[in-house]
């Protein structure tokens, strides 16, 4: 959040002005995790009851509230334990990316860098030439130009990483970019992976996961505590109680904020909210506005397969922690992030950095959400408007022509959807469509 528009809000709302040095950090070498009510933080917790239902039913096998560093919640479903582990999928991008970080201030590698520095001469099907103009940060920034349309863009062997797009040119979810930094970060340092990071994030923090590498995969497996604590160690600024596990403050800043101008919504492996735009995985349409507009706006998050969540809120000095399965086939399930932002925002009654999206646009979906077979889409300009409607994975289940105050009918399962209404300048909005 902007320094002075934070001090604004915390002239308004002095509940904004938890100090950073005022939270709660849990001992290494326990059990021990204070706790806090939701009648002490003035919070609503009937909202949280109803939310309970939800998560038990989607397969939700733990879920962590932390306010100020102390449990709000912790839950725990389906004989899943405390101590219970569960993969982080690709979660665990976010953690990668501040190891790297650590890596860099320890002088084992620059981000500016070429890859083939720490992966050899040949570690794709590029051109040495080409080769040498994908960065480390190109990697943390989902930018290096590799062809994703490849058969399997999971697969890291040379002759599936291939070129199509200039490097810093265009940005696509791609895994196979990601993965390899394993290895990278491994030559770099020197050290085993499993190791590297017992020694930064485990004997620092108390973190208790391990890799497990798989079928072009890095896995990462924790409890949902592991999980909160990178969480708190994050809000922190990359410090843990009144140790500093990262120095390089300006790494930090530029890992949580845009790190390109062609996905705002993306920072070093990390997922943004409040930008003025983004895209999502396996997609090239940019989508206006936040990625949950009724969420907090400084609220960044770690986000994995099955809805694996991590967000971290520093406006509010709140985390939150969701594992578990989900019905979702997204690579970054977003539907489970909104449906659980949501609740959150409403959970915390007294909180106030939430922002109101495009209050001003005159075109309005009613009802939405709708449990309804029409839509009634007002405040179009007087002409044809051409629209295409995508399901929550951006598959096109509809198209075709709206004219003014337009009802569209529909025929559509329940879920999030994308309508994008294009007018005869070819310019175009997007509005998000919930349907119960």
Not at 106 to 126: A, C, E, F, T, V
Not at 229 to 239: I, S, V
Not at 317 to 338: A, K, Q, W, Y
Not at 378 to 394: A, H
């Amino acid at each position: 959040m902007n320094s002075f528009v934070r001090f604004l809000l915390i002239l308004i709302f002095p509940s904004l002005a938890v100090a950073q040095d005022q939270l709660y950090f849990p001992p290494n070498d326990t059990d021990e995790w204070e706790k806090v009510s939701f009648e002490e933080l003035g919070w609503c917790s009937e909202v949280y009851e109803e939310l309970k239902i939800e998560l038990e039913e989607n397969g939700t096998r733990a879920f962590m509230i932390l306010k100020d560093g102390k449990i709000v919640v912790e839950e725990y479903f389906n004989e899943f334990k405390q101590d219970s582990s569960w993969v982080w999928f690709s979660a665990a991008k976010s953690l990668t990316s501040f190891l790297v970080g650590l890596a860099q201030e320890n002088g084992d590698l620059s981000i500016n860098d070429p890859s083939h520095l720490y992966l050899g001469n040949g570690w794709s099907d590029l051109t040495p030439e080409q080769e040498a103009n994908i960065t480390v940060r190109h990697h943390l920034t989902m930018t290096t130009g590799l062809d994703y349309t490849v058969p399997n863009n999971m697969c890291t062997e040379p002759s599936c990483l291939q070129y199509l797009n200039p490097p810093g040119s265009h940005w696509f979810y791609h895994n196979a970019p990601y993965s390899i930094m394993r290895k990278l970060i491994e030559t770099a340092t020197g050290q085993n992976y499993n190791i590297y990071t017992f020694q930064n994030m485990h004997q620092t923090i108390g973190m208790d996961g391990f890799w497990i590498n798989t079928d072009d995969l890095n896995l990462y497996f924790s409890t949902a505590r592991s999980m909160a604590r990178f969480g708190l160690l994050m809000l922190n600024n990359g410090d843990w109680n009144n140790q500093t596990i990262m120095t390089d403050k300006a790494y930090f800043n530029d890992m949580i904020n845009t790190s390109q101008d062609l996905n705002p919504g993306y920072g070093y492996l990390w997922w943004l909210n409040g930008k003025e735009n983004y895209k999502l995985p396996e997609s090239d349409f940019v989508f206006n506005g936040p990625i949950v507009p009724n969420g907090f706006q400084d609220m960044y998050c770690a986000i994995g397969a099955n809805a694996q969540i991590l967000s971290v809120v520093p406006s509010q000095n709140i985390i939150m922690v969701r594992m578990g399965n989900d019905n979702s086939s997204s690579l970054v399930p977003f539907e489970v992030l909104h449906k659980t932002t949501s609740a959150l925002v409403d959970m915390a009654c007294n909180a106030t950095s939430t922002i109101e999206v495009e209050k001003n646009d005159p075109i309005k979906v009613i009802p939405n959400p709708s449990s309804q077979n029409e839509i009634y889409i007002s405040g179009l300009p007087n002409e044809n408007i051409f629209y295409l409607l995508f399901d929550n994975n951006l598959r096109m289940v509809d198209k075709g022509m709206l004219s003014q105050d337009h009802y569209l009918s529909h025929q559509l399962s329940s879920g999030f959807y994308w309508l994008k209404l294009f007018s005869k300048e070819e310019k175009f909005k997007i509005k998000r469509i919930v349907i119960e």
